[in-house]
């Protein structure tokens, strides 16, 4: 970390304002680079990779990714003081994995909370312990994405086995130092029938002090991205869940669960 930790520089693809989503209120969304996954269904491939990137967007090279101070992007994130204050809003991270980047995670939560914002983060747990205890004194909401409970078939379709992300949600709902809230990506053909999704929700029951989990279903947003990062999008095939999918997953993680299940997030 810089001597002054507001001079740590991190490596972010975005940053998007007046979200009403990822988190309470009125948020302004930080993108960070790098993820140790590789999620088929990704609908932000240009976070995966770290090193910075071009990519084809309306036919023209767009660069990705951007090196960038704390100070400078809290910055751009106080702009919107006004709006926070009056919805309760702050400051999300996203990516990516935003504990790829330890250091600049920590530095920006930090920054924000000593700015008198509420933080959330957007993260998959797929880190050593010691860098998630270290951001956690910082963070008002930790939006944890449990995946599936099965190790063989989260490896499949995301590239790792998820024991570690489960240890992670264990240790984090026991710290009770962040409110903590289970998002599930809900996946045609990897977890979107009714004894996946109640696994998930018992799972998440069992957490102490989880109270909801939310159910975020399959989109292809991202598919022209992969075409203007010269990948093949492998989703080709997979429909969206409709609504009536959605809703009966809901119930079904409900009534095994007694959390509070909401579609998206
Ligand atoms: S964890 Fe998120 S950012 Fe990383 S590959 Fe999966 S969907 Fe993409």
């Not at 751009?76 to 330890?102: A, F, I, K, N, W």
């Not at 050593?128 to 956690?136: D, K, N």
Request: net charge neutral; hydrophobic share 35%; with cysteine.
């Amino acid at each position: 970390m810089a001597e002054n930790y507001l001079d740590t520089r991190g490596r972010i693809f975005d940053i998007q304002r007046y979200s009403i989503h990822d988190g309470s209120g009125i948020r302004t969304i930080v993108f960070l680079k790098g993820c140790v996954l590789r999620c088929k269904w990704c609908c932000n491939p240009e976070s995966q990779e770290y090193k910075i990137q071009t990519m084809l967007v309306q036919g023209k090279p767009k660069t990705i990714g951007q090196d960038i101070t704390v100070r400078e992007v809290l910055e751009t994130v106080e702009r919107d003081r006004t709006y926070y204050r009056r919805s309760g809003g702050g400051m999300t991270l996203s990516g990516g994995e935003s504990l790829c980047q330890p250091d600049f995670c920590e530095a920006l939560l930090r920054g924000a909370k000593e700015r008198g914002l509420t933080t959330a983060m957007e993260s998959m747990a797929c880190a050593e312990w010691g860098v998630i205890e270290r951001i956690l004194p910082y963070l008002d909401t930790y939006l944890m994405d449990i995946k599936h409970t099965d190790p063989a078939k989260h490896e499949k379709f995301t590239g790792r086995r998820n024991e570690l992300m489960l240890e992670n949600a264990r240790k984090v709902a026991a710290s009770g130092q962040t409110e903590l809230v289970i998002r599930v990506p809900v996946i045609p053909t990897f977890n979107c029938t009714v004894p996946e999704i109640e696994s998930i929700a018992r799972f998440a029951a069992s957490l102490p002090g989880v109270k909801k989990m939310h159910l975020l279903p399959y989109h292809r947003l991202g598919q022209d991205k992969y075409e203007g990062l010269g990948r093949d999008y492998e989703m080709k095939e997979i429909v969206p869940p409709d609504n009536a999918t959605m809703e009966n997953l809901a119930a079904a993680a409900r009534r095994v669960s007694g959390l509070d299940v909401q579609i998206g997030g």
